[in-house]
């Protein structure tokens, strides 16, 4: 029987260098990715806000699919939401006109299975920040940003699904990444800034001074 052959990652980690931000819902990865993106020129994708986006597109055959799983807190499967990060990712390098990029793709991966599939389809990852915190804090938080946020899912009923998702289903993906030597945890209960700092601080240990 001849070998089956395995496609290689659409990007190869020499060029593209990919982390994924971790935390439960609330726990401040957006906020942190944009301080990273002003401060250290990063690429920030949100596989949340790929979703919401794909959710709204006319003509999208992912609609009411999206819709229900977002409400429901459940993890919308992994070809979906894999395909609209692949295509972001690429549309990127293509409008700046290079081969080379740095990513950080937030709220991702959920589940085990759409962390193998990323790393077999698109590209292995190099590390994960994992941004700790308490649900009664995330969930202050949430209830607060669902003043403003016109979300669906900031609402009292949705964030006690999305934080049974969270435990039961994403922290195995950070224990994972755990056991593999690539989480940088850190403490997500303070001021932004100063989790800023910290995460500067952590990240400069790993990717090198000022990365
Ligand atoms: N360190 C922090 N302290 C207090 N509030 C925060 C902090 N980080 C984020 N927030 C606020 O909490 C809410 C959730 O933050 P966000 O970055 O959207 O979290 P996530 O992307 O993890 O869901 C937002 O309203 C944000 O302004
Ligand atoms: O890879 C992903 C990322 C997000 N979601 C869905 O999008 C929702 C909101 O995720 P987001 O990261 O935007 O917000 P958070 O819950 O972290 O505040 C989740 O509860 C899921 O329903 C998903 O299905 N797959």
Known sequence: MAPTTKESPAFDPKDVTVVFVL???????GTQCA??????GFSHLSAGDLLRAEQQREGSEYGDLIREYIKDG?????EVTINLLKNAMRDILT???KTTGRFLIDGFPRKMDQAHSFEEIV????????????ENVMEERLLERGKTSGRSDD????IR????????????????????GKVVKIDATQSPDAVYAKTEELLS?????GF
């Open 95 to 97: 409008q700046a006109g």
């Open 74 to 78: 459940k993890i919308v499967p992994s």
């Open 35 to 40: 301080k990273l993106v002003s401060g250290h």
């Open 155 to 158: 609402n009292a009923d949705s």
């Open 205 to 209: 240990q790993r990717l090198g001074a």
């Open 23 to 29: 935390g439960g819902p609330g726990a401040g990865k």
């Open 123 to 134: 590209c292995p990852a190099k590390l994960v920040l994992f941004f700790d915190c308490p």
């Open 161 to 180: 699904k999305r934080f049974k998702t969270f435990v039961e289903t994403s922290m195995p993906v950070i224990d994972y990444y755990e056991k593999e």
